[in-house]
């Protein structure tokens, strides 16, 4: 007998991203599913990491969050959205790469259950498409303020779309307002 597999795996745009959906369970009374797995996501994704932290963030419509990495204790991340939805952004910073320099836009949201596997060295941010969201991510990594870099969110050369209405600006802490723009953010 073939057990159906948890998760359902597939390639992005951006090299070695992964968008991931586990399998949900649903009746009358609600849904389940199994947020995270090791065995599951080691047998779907064969990759071996092992996760260290979780982090767990409440934002308001319009936040924008990012575009974060580290240059030392590189992270890893599996995200998530537990409430809302969010518009989630990866870039792609490593110069071996053969997406480097592309991004990828993808909606997260509590109701597609859909996670993404960001690997070690890529920026990462999202901005809250609901009135509020709850954004869940476990990294491999531990958080090294040291090293933590913001790439600017709107620089022209990276042009990435956010699902902005007119006239809305993102609401955002100084630190990302003040992202380094492509030319002068550290790569890999």
Known sequence: MT??????VSPTAI????????KVFGDERGWFTESFNANDFFDATRLDFEFVQDNHSFSRQWTLRGLHYQLEQTQGKLVRVVAGSVFDVVV?????????????????SAQNHKQLWIP???????????ESAE???KTTDYYHPQSEVCLAWNDSVVDIKWPLPAGISPNMNAKDAAGLHWDLAPKF
């Open 92 to 108: 792609d910073i490593r110069k071996d790469s053969p997406s480097y320099g592309k991004w990828l836009g993808l909606e997260l």
């Open 135 to 137: 954004f869940l991510y």
């Open 120 to 130: 070690p060295k890529l920026a990462h941010g999202f901005l809250v498409l609901s």
């Open 15 to 22: 090299h070695d991203v992964l968008l991931i959906e586990p």
């Open 3 to 8: 057990v159906p597999a948890k998760l359902q």
